[in-house]
């Protein structure tokens, strides 16, 4: 809990802990423009191994991986097909645009899940005056729709489908490590049908700063040279890569005790009649709750509720989300989820 009250608002708010700064402290380090700091090549090196993939590139933030990726597998003019409502069509302040000069075609799926029956009319004809259908991005585990999981078997049907015609397929791998968890796959199981993967080491894992992106090598090669020019190779990075291994190493098994947090905190809003819960879609460490019936906005029951010592942030007009983390703990949950319930029982 912060000065301000029991922080919900996100997994990005976790601070490291003693051990992960003395690691940190620790680092040994060297010019990583240069390719010369050991640090973040055991990094790189240990995310690639993980996910199954024969290189990797330590960015600064997700948004940055995505981005990249995204101009790896892209030409200007092309579009990329997205979930509509995905992190990089919502939150990534229109960077495809912007960096890659293509646009992005939404397609709404279910739970933040799109199925392999969807992409065929989303494929543009081969047509001189349409735009390319060239990239399909999905995210797992799927941030606005409430942290679900895209199931495996849809995964490889979707892999199936867009390697038939030629399109490549990104993942933002943001919260791929909570997916894991709650499924019991192996990162490399998702990874293997992916041209190139986002991971954050700094939500749940609970480190201070960074994303990675993995592929092939041909890939990060080009990833490499796009991170300088988009502003994101650093130098002595080791000290920041210090604390994303040791939230690899330490703190993925842990992620597990956010998910029961996250399921208790769920089941308790769910039974209060001025708010909607859908439990269906509580899979991992996040919870939204649809606050319509309160006859207040988003912005308001936030305002309420951060008066009472509970931060949050909005999901929509009328819905809100709260995320277990690392630095909350059952007990600050429970004692949330009462103070919840209590500003909506009045």
Wanted: hydrophobic share 40%; aromatic share 6%; charged share 20%.
């Amino acid at each position: 809990m912060n000065a301000n009250g029991i922080d919900l608002r996100s997994d990005t708010v976790t601070r490291p802990g003693a051990a992960m700064r003395n690691a940190m402290a620790q680092a040994e380090v060297g010019d990583d423009v240069f390719g010369e700091d050991p640090t973040v090549n055991r990094l790189q090196e240990s995310v690639a191994a993980l996910l199954g993939k024969a290189a990797a590139l330590f960015v600064p933030t997700g948004v940055m991986a995505n981005q990249i990726a995204i101009k790896c597998h892209t030409q200007p003019g092309d579009e990329v097909i997205v979930e509509m409502n995905s992190h990089i069509f919502n939150y990534e302040t229109a960077a495809p645009a912007v960096l890659s000069h293509v646009q992005l075609h939404p397609v709404r799926g279910e739970r933040g899940i799109l199925r392999t029956t969807q992409l065929a009319p989303a494929i543009r004809p081969n047509a001189y005056y349409m735009a390319r259908s060239s990239l399909l991005c999905l995210e797992n585990t799927h941030n606005r729709a409430g942290g679900t999981i895209y199931p495996l078997d849809e995964v490889k049907s979707i892999h199936s489908f867009v390697k038939a015609i030629g399109l490549k397929l990104h993942l933002d791998g943001a919260r791929l490590w909570n997916a894991c968890i709650a499924t019991g796959n192996h990162p490399r199981e998702y990874a293997q049908f992916f041209d190139s993967i986002s991971v954050c080491f700094s939500k749940g894992l609970g480190a201070p700063v960074g994303s990675a992106l993995v592929g092939s090598e041909e890939t990060i090669q080009r990833a490499r040279k796009y991170r300088k020019i988009f502003g994101g190779g650093m130098r002595q990075a080791g000290i920041i890569a210090a604390g994303a291994l040791y939230a690899l190493e330490h703190n993925f098994e842990r992620l597990k005790e956010d998910h029961v947090k996250a399921r208790w905190l769920a089941e308790r809003l769910s039974v209060i009649p001025k708010l909607k819960v859908d439990l269906d879609s509580v899979q991992t460490n996040i919870v939204i709750v649809d606050v319509g019936e309160t006859g207040k906005s988003a912005d308001d029951v936030l305002e309420l509720l951060k008066s009472r010592g509970v931060m949050l942030t909005d999901a929509s007009y009328s819905s809100i989300r709260a995320v277990t983390h690392l630095d909350v703990s059952m007990e600050e949950v429970k004692r949330a989820g009462e103070i919840i319930a209590h500003a909506f029982s009045e």
